[in-house]
């Protein structure tokens, strides 16, 4: 991996083709929430398949907790819709055949010159594509467990929730005044249309 993506880094906003033929930005996908990004090495590897079946299980967690994941491979169109279809996967995948990805990020898998893959990867990013950890996934141990995950993403989500904490000081005040800007997701009401919101934020 380049020396210069390490945490705190912001990562490169790709755009890629996704699953459906769609050009897609990272930075779109990931909007305001954090983002798990896999680098995979595509459809043919069954250390893949393992880690995306878990993932893909966990995946109302994510959804819940305003979680993006994105997964970027250089399978072709076609087979990147087998890889995605055959974990059950329902997040974005990005098709980069052409292997843009792997040789910005100087992470080719010379060990493997039949398929010539990236070395797999897999980074939790904080909104803003700002990198807070990396795992390299060549060997299977080396990836994040779910539980891995969790503990990356309550740090960064902490780090990115000014409502983290509603019993912070000054927080109370603000939300009965009327000034939904620490709130995520109340954020982008108006205090006309908010009213005294009652529904699950967290």
């Known amino acids: 991996m380049r020396s210069d993506i390490r945490p705190g880094a912001v990562f490169p906003d790709y755009a890629l083709?996704?699953?459906?033929?769609?050009?897609?930005?990272?930075s779109e996908l990931q909007g305001r929430d954090p983002l798990v990004l896999t680098l995979?090495?595509?459809?043919?590897?069954?250390?893949?398949?393992?880690?995306?079946?878990?993932?893909?299980a966990a995946q109302?967690?994510?959804?819940?907790?305003?979680?993006?994941?994105?997964?970027?491979?250089?399978?072709?169109?076609?087979?990147?819709?087998?890889?995605?279809?055959?974990?059950?996967?329902?997040w974005t995948f990005l098709s980069d055949p052409g292997r843009t990805v792997q040789r910005d990020l100087d992470i080719q898998e010379y060990t493997d010159p039949?398929?010539?893959?990236?070395?797999?990867?897999?980074?939790?990013?904080?909104?803003?594509?700002?990198?807070?950890?990396?795992?390299?996934?060549?060997?299977?141990?080396?990836?994040?467990?779910?539980?891995d995950l969790w503990h990356d993403l309550r740090s960064a989500t902490r780090a990115v929730r000014p409502d983290w904490d509603l019993g912070t000081p000054g927080l109370r005040g603000r939300w009965d005044a009327g000034d939904l800007a620490p709130f995520h997701g109340w954020d982008q009401r108006t205090t006309a249309t908010a009213g005294r919101p009652s529904g699950d934020r967290g």
């Not at 995979?40 to 878990?54: I, S, T, V, W």
């Not at 939790?124 to 996934?137: A, C, R, S």
């Open 17 to 26: 083709p996704d699953h459906t033929g769609t050009v897609r930005a990272l």
């Open 60 to 90: 109302p967690k994510f959804a819940v907790a305003y979680t993006q994941i994105v997964t970027i491979a250089t399978d072709p169109h076609h087979t990147l819709q087998e890889f995605r279809a055959s974990v059950g996967a329902q």
């Open 40 to 56: 995979a090495r595509g459809h043919f590897c069954p250390k893949e398949h393992q880690q995306h079946l878990e993932m893909a």
């Open 114 to 147: 039949d398929n010539d893959p990236m070395i797999p990867h897999t980074l939790v990013l904080e909104p803003g594509l700002v990198v807070h950890t990396i795992y390299n996934g060549y060997w299977f141990w080396g990836r994040p467990s779910l539980v």
